[in-house]
C-alpha cells in the first residue's frame, strides 16, 4: 500500500492566488482528515469526512478555506484568496471507519509545505 | 470540552539517559490514546496506542507509555535515548467508537550524542 498521498509536496504562491492541496487517503479507508501545522498554533484539526460527508469543520479558520471529498479516493483543501498568514504544512490523514467503532488509527500523509508570499 | 495538554515544551537529553514525557488528557468516556512521533522533516508516525485492556502499551522502538485512569495521563518513556530519538512527540486522544483525533502541543525532544 502506498500509503496517504498528497500532491504537491511544497507550493509557494502570492497572496491573493487560490491554492489547491490534494489527497489520496488509503484504499478501503472511509475517514479522511485535514490538519494544518504551525509553529504557533501547532496541529490542528480542520476538517473530517466519513464515507465522503463532512463530519466536523469547525476547525477550518475562515469562509477562504474550503474542502470537499468527491469519492472516496480523493479530498482536496482549497484556499481562495491566499495569505501570507496560511503559510503552513497541511496533513491529510485517513483511517476507518470511525463511526462503525472500529479501529480509528490515523494514518498521515508527508504533508504539503505552503508558503504565501 | 475535550483536551490534550503536554507538559513540556522542549526536552534536553543525553544519549542513554531515560525519558518520560508527560501527557494528560481531558475527556467524559471511553477514550483512545495515542503517541505520535514526527522526525525532522517527515510527517507524523504511529509509535503506539491504546485502545483498552493491559495499561502498559509497548510499541517501536522501545518506547512505551502507561494509561493511568485515575490520573488522566498516558505518559511516554523509554529507559535508554539515541540520539535518533531527536524529533517531536504528540500525544493525542479520540473518543472510543469514532470521533476526531485531539492532539497536544507537542514535545521537541533533543538528544546529544
Known amino acids: 500500500d502506498a500509503g496517504v498521498i498528497q500532491s504537491p509536496r511544497h507550493e509557494v504562491t502570492e497572496m491573493g492566488q487560490e491554492v489547491t492541496l490534494r489527497c489520496k487517503p488509503i484504499?478501503?479507508?472511509?475517514?479522511l482528515f485535514w490538519y494544518r501545522q504551525t509553529m504557533m498554533r501547532g496541529l490542528e484539526l480542520l476538517i473530517y469526512?466519513?464515507?465522503?460527508?463532512?463530519?466536523?469543520d469547525s476547525g477550518m479558520p475562515e469562509d477562504r478555506f474550503s474542502a470537499k471529498m468527491p469519492n472516496a479516493s480523493f479530498s482536496t483543501l482549497k484556499i481562495q484568496p491566499s495569505e501570507p498568514r496560511d503559510s503552513a504544512v497541511y496533513f491529510c490523514?485517513?483511517?476507518?471507519?470511525?463511526?462503525?467503532?472500529?479501529?480509528?488509527?490515523?494514518?498521515f500523509g508527508p504533508g504539503t509545505r505552503l508558503t504565501v508570499l | 470540552a475535550q483536551s490534550v495538554s503536554q507538559h513540556n515544551h522542549h526536552v534536553i537529553l543525553s544519549e542513554a539517559a531515560s525519558l518520560e514525557l508527560g501527557c494528560n488528557y481531558s475527556y467524559g468516556g471511553t477514550v483512545n490514546l495515542f503517541w505520535y512521533v514526527q522526525y525532522p522533516g517527515q510527517h507524523l508516525q504511529l509509535l503506539l496506542k491504546y485502545f483498552s485492556g493491559d495499561p502498559l502499551v509497548k510499541g517501536i522502538k522501545g518506547f512505551e507509555a502507561e494509561f493511568i485512569k485515575s490520573k488522566f495521563s498516558f505518559n511516554l518513556r523509554k529507559p535508554s535515548v539515541q540520539w535518533s530519538d531527536t524529533a517531536e512527540y504528540f500525544c493525542a486522544a479520540s473518543r472510543n467508537q469514532g470521533g476526531k483525533l485531539i492532539f497536544g502541543q507537542g514535545t521537541e525532544l533533543s538528544v546529544k550524542p
Open positions: 484504499s478501503g479507508h472511509n475517514s
Open positions: 490523514a485517513s483511517s476507518t471507519d470511525l463511526l462503525a467503532g472500529v479501529n480509528n488509527e490515523q494514518f
Open positions: 469526512f466519513n464515507n465522503n460527508v463532512p463530519i466536523d
